[in-house]
């Protein structure tokens, strides 16, 4: 269950224009080659799929009209299959043809869990997106236990390509659970030592109906991390320098008052980010969100084209309820749907709005 904000995103997490959102994440497939515990997007479609045709006249007026700063590729899972290749490889010719490079061209990224990137390798080598994240949710045997046996090795080759040959930066999210939150110190010195990785996103795993409950984090896991799992970091022996960013939002308020109340997040601000340099090169980020982001901030499309909030994300069922409109009802256009989203917002009970 990746974090679908991008750990590219932590230099600007605070900072707003209000002419254009900070990420679309566009969820392309309901299809994936594993069968994760902590999996929210077990649904089936609520409305023909968009077809590449289709999705590319959305992305023309998305580079032309509100250029994002960040469109991020989630899939379900980006590489099952050709099409949704075609498609990542597609967007990110248009996005170089229509923004030259500047300080409003649109990052291109993709979420995946790595283990069938090998099959489009030949591709990659001759255009890629600006950053992969790979979801790894512990050791190996973590990592199987809660994506199924073998998992771990089929990402491996890839995880290697990635580290020696990939150009763009290279992040690792691991959500946390109630099976790997204590081995994180360990989790974090593996992956820096067998395959270079310095850049690291933690999420926090959110129980749905679909997904295993007995992941969940418990009020005595979670202040074992911030009390003694979390502190032992600043002595953690490394080979780098290491970038850490843990995200917190509105969506579980216990948590995120859990970590102000230990001091790792900011205890008032609505959108905030608590920095912690280490003497050991340890960097840690905590991203906080009081507020809803959604539809001003992070956007969410659906396989089906529904245009959704970043809260509504893991409400599977409710897409079509949730949904500002669908693209093609828009005319696919991202400035429109982009508006609307806001007007909503306006006439709505959100306590924060930016001015």
């Not at 008032?268 to 340890?282: G, K, M, R, S």
């Not at 980020?285 to 089906?304: D, M, S, Y």
């Not at 093609?328 to 306590?351: F, M, P, Q, T, V």
Request: charged letters at 20%; glycine letters at 4%.
């Amino acid at each position: 269950m990746a974090n679908l904000m991008a750990g590219s995103l932590n230099n600007n997490f605070q900072r707003l224009e209000d002419d254009r959102p900070e990420v679309i994440s566009i969820l392309i497939n309901n299809s994936c080659n594993l069968h994760c515990r902590h999996c929210y997007l077990q649904t089936h479609p609520q409305d023909k799929y968009l077809t590449n045709d289709q999705w590319m006249i959305f992305f023309s007026s998305l580079f032309r009209d509100i250029q994002p700063r960040v469109l991020c590729f989630a899939g379900k899972e980006v590489f099952i299959n050709n099409n949704s290749v075609q498609l990542l490889l597609d967007a990110i010719k248009m996005r170089n043809k229509m923004q030259p490079i500047d300080k409003r061209r649109t990052e291109i990224g993709v979420i995946t869990n790595g283990t069938l990137i090998h099959n489009y390798i030949d591709q990659l080598q001759e255009i890629s997106p600006d950053y992969f994240d790979i979801s790894i949710d512990g050791l190996p045997e973590t990592h199987d236990a809660i994506r199924g046996k073998g998992t771990f090795k089929k990402l491996q080759s890839n995880l290697t390509w990635l580290t020696d040959s990939y150009p763009g930066p290279v992040w690792i999210t691991n959500t946390l659970c109630s099976e790997n939150y204590n081995s994180l110190p360990e989790f974090l010195q593996f992956y820096d030592q067998n395959y270079r990785v310095s850049k690291f996103s933690i999420g926090f795993y959110k129980q749905t109906d679909s997904s295993d409950a007995h992941l969940v984090l418990s009020q005595s896991n979670i202040t074992e991390l911030t009390d003694s799992i979390i502190p032992k970091l600043s002595q953690l022996p490394l080979s780098q320098p290491i970038e850490i960013i843990f995200e917190m939002d509105c969506t579980q308020p216990e948590l995120l008052e859990h970590f102000a109340d230990a001091g790792f997040a900011h205890p008032v601000d609505a959108i905030a980010c608590n920095t912690l340099h280490y003497d050991n090169e340890v960097t840690l980020h905590f991203n906080t969100a009081r507020v809803p982001t959604g539809l001003w901030r992070a956007i969410r499309v659906t396989p089906e084209g529904f245009w959704l909030a970043g809260e509504d994300l893991i409400d599977v069922k409710n897409y079509r309820k949730n949904a500002i409109g669908k693209l093609d009802e828009y005319g696919y256009d991202s400035r429109k749907l982009y508006e609307a989203g806001l007007l909503s917002i306006e006439h709505s009970n959100y306590s924060y709005f930016p001015a």
